[in-house]
């Protein structure tokens, strides 16, 4: 067999094999790979971009062997693991015999039955198959497969082996990648759309009407055109069936298109302009022992019917007999361009397929030569399925960036006219350890439809419909007396959002309050700030906020409010700090008081007592007096911010109500713990001395300059 190294590059669909000395184009990769591109063959071009084919010079190989290889060549797997496996039970040298079993791992996996894949690799190593690649692509296939952890133990095992290798280490990275992004999902839901499934292939639905009900899609489904089976799956030629949706949400038995639209070859990869006037789709034609590219067709609705398709003339500059591909059309939502996936030599081309974008004309048709969108979008590896989306946002398959395995879906928001910027994958559970790819949105909704192989479908490839369901935002929590600790039922949970909405509760036997559903809906909504008040007569009010702004995902607010009881109470505010012998504010003084002006503005008719205290050290009268500056130092700031004066008295104690006496401080041992207790004497309080104060019309005193 070739090493990975001399196998000549891929292009996608059309893989370049070389049989006798003379590279010749494969005729049949051109399945749902390009029209369609069909996956299956994305796969084994994603498997091994370069892939090849396997030495057919082997001087000891027996016939089946050679037709096994030839079978391979063409990109006959489904024959060629058949052929392998017969050639075996006639082989009796231990190491082609290994070989063979290699060979049926490597047709596995090119048909992208990763499981098969695995085995018999596995069976090869087993078999001693001198080869070290063999265990990267046990690891390879493991990784496609979702078995992240496995496949990181057999990606080291071949690094011990091939320690140069180069796509170790970002094999190991991808699926150390994998994992966060399967432990941590985005909040999409997807389901297979089983109406529309088949155990065949179905992928690449789009929306066919106005009103997005209509869907057209690709299928090998037995209702397909002709009797010609495809010799790389064993499956029937794609064509093109639609289907629509009733109120229900019920799909209608999918219809095939017209005979004008599918023929025997492979249709698929459908779009539509803005107006659903205008099909464009991707046509492979097949005829035995020639070889085709694969070209985009438009075609006309006329009512339900479709007019005779035009194919259009993308590939002028590349030679009418080229086998170049072209493929994978998606209409920009201003129908001003297109943008599709090739393998044409254009300046840019980065290799294998990459996305190209042309212009259109009033009538829809292609207006001068396609640009390739640039290395910010295309890899040497495949491109391929692009969407563009309401937005701008162009949306596409390719397995050239580090992803979860197989086929990933990426998005790449514009930079510019018919630009595009750096890629961001879309992450689980959208995308998969396996081929997920042809992405396409219901108009700016969060939902849709993609394709992939991924378990959990009706067979092959499977279209699946997504959506981000709404994120779910609910408000609960207890109130406790500040003083007792205990429970407060009774209280009042007022709550007031942005959006205009406004609610309450009165918390129960236990505390307890919440705001979960409102009827068919949600008290607490995306987007939107909320106020909180927590009241009782006699207790101080408590303000809060909660947003859901920038949340993403639900969440629900659990708060504790703790009420302080005014009535007969003196409050402590927190340390309101003065230098030495001063009565003046500091800032940090001020910042202190930011809790009873809180308080005086929540509680707008409370009078209130504000009591300043000494230490018992110092004269009496100096410290009666110094305190009573405090206090007024107090109340001047809060003035300042605008308080009414008529709602505060300055009250100071000096010394006269110690918390600590001075025979308590006397005996303690530390000089630490004196001063701590001489710190706690000296303290700012209020007391409420009545709540019936009547706010002036107009609110509250404007503030005045510090």
């Known amino acids: 067999m070739a090493k990975e190294a001399d196998r000549p590059l891929l292009l996608f669909l059309l893989r370049p094999i070389v049989i006798q000395g003379t590279p010749y184009l494969r005729p049949d990769l051109n399945h749902r790979t390009i029209p369609i591109l069909h996956q299956m063959i994305i796969r084994k071009f994603l498997a091994c971009m370069a892939l090849g084919l396997f030495a057919t010079a082997a001087i000891a190989q027996s016939k089946l062997a050679e037709e096994a290889d030839e079978a391979y060549a063409k990109g006959y797997f489904f024959n060629a693991i058949e052929l392998y496996k017969k050639a075996y039970t006639v082989e009796k040298t231990p190491s082609e015999k290994a070989e063979l079993i290699f060979k049926v791992g490597e047709s596995y996996r090119m048909l992208g039955d990763m499981q098969q894949a695995e085995v018999w690799y596995d069976k090869a190593i087993k078999a001693q198959h001198q080869d070290p690649v063999t265990y990267y692509w046990v690891a390879e296939t493991r990784r496609q497969q979702g078995k992240y952890a496995e496949a990181i133990e057999a990606f080291n095992r071949y690094k011990e082996k091939k320690p140069n290798d180069m796509r170790t280490d970002a094999a190991l990275a991808s699926c150390e990648m994998a994992l966060k992004w399967q432990e941590s999902p985005t909040r999409y839901n997807v389901d297979p759309e089983v109406l529309l499934n088949t155990p065949q292939y179905d992928f690449a639905p789009t929306f066919a009407d106005k009103n997005n009900q209509t869907v057209v899609f690709s299928s090998t489904r037995q209702a397909a055109t002709g009797t010609e089976t495809d010799q790389i799956l064993g499956e029937n030629f794609s064509d093109l069936f639609t289907s629509t949706r009733d109120r229900l949400g019920k799909w209608s038995e999918p219809v095939k298109l017209p005979s004008s639209i599918n023929g025997f070859g492979n249709e698929g990869g459908a779009a539509f302009n803005s107006t659903r006037t205008i099909m464009y789709f991707t046509r492979c034609p097949m005829e035995k022992k020639k070889v085709y590219g694969c070209d985009i067709w438009m075609s006309k609705k006329v009512g339900n019917n479709y007019a005779e398709p035009e194919m259009l003339a993308l590939k002028a500059n590349v030679g009418k007999d080229d086998t170049t591909t072209v493929g994978h059309p998606t209409i920009a939502p201003n129908d001003g361009y297109m943008v599709f996936a090739s393998n044409i030599k254009l300046a840019g081309h980065k290799g294998g397929m990459d996305l190209y974008?042309?212009?259109?004309?009033?009538?829809?048709?292609?207006?001068?030569?396609?640009?390739?969108?640039?290395?910010d979008i295309n890899t040497p590896k495949a491109e391929l399925f692009p969407f563009v989306r309401q937005d701008g946002s162009l949306y596409f398959a390719s397995n050239g960036y580090a992803g979860m395995g197989g086929m990933d879906m990426f998005r790449s928001e514009p930079t510019g006219d018919m630009v595009w910027g750096a890629t961001e994958n879309l992450k689980s559970p959208l995308n998969s350890a396996h081929d997920d790819f042809a992405i396409v949105f219901d108009g700016e909704e969060e939902r849709g439809f993609f394709t992939s192989n991924r378990p959990g479908g009706n067979g092959q490839d499977d279209i699946w419909r997504f959506y981000l369901p709404d994120m779910e935002f609910a408000l609960q929590g207890t109130v406790f007396d500040k003083k007792t600790q205990q429970p407060l039922p009774g209280a009042t949970v007022s709550v007031v959002g942005t959006d205009g909405s406004n609610f309450s509760a009165i918390s129960d036997d236990n505390g307890g309050f919440e705001f979960i559903e409102s009827g068919t809906g949600r008290f607490i909504k995306e987007n939107t700030s909320y106020t909180i008040l927590a009241e009782k007569e006699g207790y101080l009010v408590v303000n809060d906020q909660i947003t859901t702004v920038g949340l993403s995902e639900s969440t629900t607010f659990v708060k504790e409010y703790l009420l302080q009881p005014f009535i007969d109470e003196i409050i402590s505010l927190p340390e309101v700090q003065y230098e030495f012998d001063e009565f003046a504010l500091t800032q940090a003084g001020k910042d202190s008081l930011e809790y009873l002006y809180d308080v005086m503005v929540n509680n707008p008719t409370l009078i209130i007592e504000l009591r300043a205290h000494t230490d018992s050290r110092g004269k009496d009268a100096y410290n009666m007096t110094l305190s009573q500056n405090r206090a007024k130092s107090c109340v001047n700031y809060m003035v300042s911010r605008g308080i009414d004066p008529a709602r505060m008295v300055p009250k100071g104690y000096g010394e006269s109500v110690l918390r600590i006496t001075d025979?308590?401080?006397?005996?303690?041992?530390?000089?630490?713990?004196?001063?701590?207790?001489?710190?706690?004497?000296?303290?700012?309080?209020?007391?409420?001395?009545?709540?019936?104060?009547?706010?002036?019309?107009?609110?509250?005193?404007?503030?005045?300059?510090?």
């Open 357 to 375: 974008v042309v212009k259109l004309n009033e009538e829809g048709k292609p207006v001068g030569q396609p640009v390739n969108l640039g290395p």
């Open 663 to 706: 025979a308590e401080i006397n005996k303690m041992k530390t000089k630490e713990e004196q001063e701590a207790a001489h710190q706690q004497n000296r303290r700012t309080e209020m007391k409420v001395l009545s709540y019936d104060f009547v706010p002036k019309e107009n609110g509250v005193a404007p503030p005045q300059n510090n």
